[in-house]
């Protein structure tokens, strides 16, 4: 059975970091895109972050780019998301989700498997 567990979340002040995991199981993931978006209630999910395969690609949207770094360590079966700089408007629900595609993409509707989340709040 496949599944995406994230964890790393939690309260933290306004300039502030965390780093989330993303830990995959049920069948090697080295082969799949990457990818962590973002809900808040009330909300449609965002893209936070993308990442290729073999991590030699990425994509950031734009409200996060400079301060979010994706990663991904395939011996681990596990995706990063490194968050600096951290704003009040970053605080959401999380999610890592994963499809066996090359190309990378923004789109939720193109990854198949996703994760519970975690939730990452921000204080002004």
């Known amino acids: 059975q496949v599944q995406l567990v994230e964890s790393g979340g939690g309260l933290v002040q306004a300039g502030g970091s965390l780093r989330l995991s993303c830990a995959a199981s049920?069948?090697?993931?080295?082969?799949?895109?990457m990818g962590w978006f973002r809900q808040v209630p009330g909300k449609e999910r965002e893209f936070v972050a993308g990442?290729?395969?073999?991590?030699?690609?990425?994509l950031y949207a734009d409200s996060v780019k400079g301060r979010f770094t994706i990663s991904r360590d395939n011996a681990k079966n596990t995706v990063y998301l490194q968050m600096n700089s951290l704003k009040p408007e970053d605080t959401a629900v999380y999610y890592c989700?994963?499809?066996?595609?090359?190309?990378?993409?923004?789109?939720?509707?193109?990854?198949?498997?996703w994760g519970q989340g975690t939730q990452v709040t921000v204080a002004s």
């Open positions: 989700a994963a499809d066996l595609s090359y190309r990378l993409s923004s789109y939720d509707h193109e990854y198949d498997y």
């Open positions: 990442i290729t395969y073999g991590g030699g690609s990425t």
């Open positions: 049920g069948r090697t993931f080295s082969r799949d895109r």
